[in-house]
């Protein structure tokens, strides 16, 4: 069965502080991905990764940086979370061009 | 203007109703995805579509490429039916990466 998990379900952090969003995925897939999910703006893009050590900005990459060191795990960071970063943070993966799994999202607050 | 457009953005519907939500779009696309999120929940890809019709259970999709639309139809809804419906196309940019463009939803509640 199709899996990918993120590292958080809710999580609480204080202007300034360095964040780390994690996602695993367990299908060997070569793309992952990093969304928010904010209402009345539907899911946007941060950042993708096509390949191991590869990534790409999305559309919205500001504010955020990733890492794909090993080919199931897909990291977001948040260098000086700021309150506009309180969000739903969303991870999926997928084959070279198919359908996305995503995973059970992270909701952050950041006070 | 959005390049991903979806109707209505809430609709409500009694048990039992059919239900129709669309999805126009302005881009090229290899292929459109209808997605399911249910509240506090992970989203769910219901379809990939990239021509005609597909029917899964009680859901069907259709797409029109010429017309750049697609609908979502629920035959006899159920509560249980109750989540948001997003829209979301492979728009063809030329990459081999499946980047998506998504609608911003359709919320959709069942009433028993």
Sequence with gaps: DVKVTQSSRYLVKRTGEKVFLECVQDMDHENMFWYRQDPGLGLRLIYFSYDVKMKEKGDIPEGYSVSREKKERFSLILESASTNQTSMYLCASSAEVDTQYFGPGTRLTVL | ?112
């Excluded at chain 2, 219901?46 to 697609?70: D, Y």
Aim: hydrophobic content about 35%; proline content about 4%.
């Design chain 2, 1 to 112: 203007k959005n390049e991903v457009e979806q109707s209505p953005q809430n609709l409500t519907a009694q048990e039992g109703e059919f239900i129709t939500i669309n999805c126009s779009y302005s881009v090229g696309i290899s292929a459109l995805h209808w997605l399911q999120q249910h509240p506090g929940g992970g989203i769910v890809s219901l379809f990939m579509l990239s021509s005609g019709k597909k029917k899964h259970g009680r859901l069907i999709a259709t797409i029109n490429i010429q017309e750049k639309h697609s609908s979502l139809h629920i035959t006899a809804s159920h509560p249980r039916d109750s989540a948001v419906y997003i829209c979301a196309v492979t728009a063809n940019y030329g990459g081999a990466t499946n980047k998506l463009i998504f609608g911003t939803g359709t919320l959709l509640a069942v009433q028993p």
